[in-house]
């Protein structure tokens, strides 16, 4: 659908703050801290999954973290640590961290309609000890991203529970969706994906997991 007239455009600051004249509610400044609470601890350290996002000279990243809970270790209230497993190498988030060293987690707990949002600054280290701390089945990260913390909050419920995201009712069949094999053949004309591509899926994942 198009955007008709300029008129309906929101291009100031001052357009902005007249949208949205009423005041913040005030818990929703009151839960924005500097450091890591033991509240906030405990619900980082229940998660399993987190989207990091970063920006670099090519444009915005958001990418996909996840391992067991407690996978970002809380190193004390101002710092964390991530691990970065293996991946596909395009090194995105990585490439911007070089350029630009703020972060921002969003963190996911399932079956919690709160997330736990968490900003910062972050070295890329590669301290063998460090690395080696966060193996699993006997391979360690490469580098572990140490993220200084400068705010931490938690959302409201409010978007979780309107997408129904931990719904069983609202779980969508893989198989009423293109594969990623499917995809590929789509977008390169069947030089790359098909079939073929998504029958080794399972294999190449095992062996690639970590």
């Known amino acids: 659908m198009a955007v008709n007239g300029s008129n309906h455009v929101i291009s100031t600051m001052a357009q902005l703050e007249a949208l949205f004249e009423e005041p913040p509610y005030p818990p929703a400044l009151a839960k924005e ?12 350290e229940a998660s399993p999954f987190c989207a990091l996002a970063t920006n670099g000279p090519e444009g915005l990243d958001c990418s996909p973290r996840g391992d067991p809970a407690g996978f970002v270790r809380v190193l004390d209230e101002h710092t964390v640590v ?4 293996r991946g596909n190498n395009r090194i995105d988030s990585m490439r911007n961290l070089i350029h630009d060293p703020r972060v921002a987690l969003l963190f996911l707990i399932p079956g919690v309609s709160e997330t736990i949002r968490i900003m910062g600054r972050v070295t890329i280290s590669t301290d063998p000890e460090l690395c080696a701390s ?3 089945q006997g391979k360690a990260p490469r580098c572990v991203l140490v993220v200084a913390v400068e705010k ?3 959302q409201c419920a409010k978007a979780i529970v309107r997408s129904k995201l931990w719904d069983p009712a609202t779980k969508v069949e ?5 594969t990623p094999g499917k995809i590929l053949a789509e ?3 069947g030089k790359l994906g098909g079939p ?3 029958r080794i899926a399972p294999e190449r994942m095992k062996a690639t997991i970590y």
């Open 196 to 198: 073929e591509h998504d």
């Open 33 to 44: 801290v500097e450091r890591i609470t033991p509240a906030y601890r405990t619900l980082i």
């Open 174 to 178: 893989r198989s009423t969706l293109p």
């Open 152 to 154: 931490v909050f938690f």
């Open 134 to 136: 966060f193996a699993i």
């Open 82 to 85: 991530v691990p970065d497993r």
């Open 187 to 189: 977008i390169t004309g």
